[in-house]
């Protein structure tokens, strides 16, 4: 168990969605989030950043992105409303955007290959947990 899933856990209204999938949601969110922009710093620091301009800007949109969905989850109440799917759903697209631009500079940059990672399994769990909510 994970602090997260313990808060959620201790929430009065936990809403409809699976714990475990939601705890796993917004860990992996968060984990997005700082990865992303640790990523779009060292895209930054590097030589050739002009050629990493789409990178930066992805792994921004990502950061921000996985920072509102884990903000959103992290209020289990309204989970049955359209708007949870609509984030769920961006933040998944958003993770996987991320990934692909990611994986295309891994072999030059180690922090981009564990970016890549990072959105991967954000966006599975995302995906996971969408589908868990009907």
Known sequence: ????????????????ADPQALAACVDRCLECVQTCTTCADACLAEEMVAELRTCIRTDLDCADLCDATARVLSRP??????????????????????????????GR??????????????????????????
């Open 77 to 106: 109440a309204g989970h049955g409303t359209r708007v949870v799917r609509d984030v769920l759903a961006a933040c998944a697209s958003a993770c996987k955007a991320c990934g692909d631009e990611c994986e295309r500079h891994a």
């Open 109 to 134: 940059h180690e922090h981009c290959a564990v970016c890549a990672e990072a959105c991967r399994r954000c966006e599975r769990a995302c995906r996971e947990l969408l589908d868990s909510l009907g």
């Open 1 to 16: 168990m994970t602090v997260t899933a313990d808060m959620l856990r201790s929430h009065p209204d936990a809403g409809k």
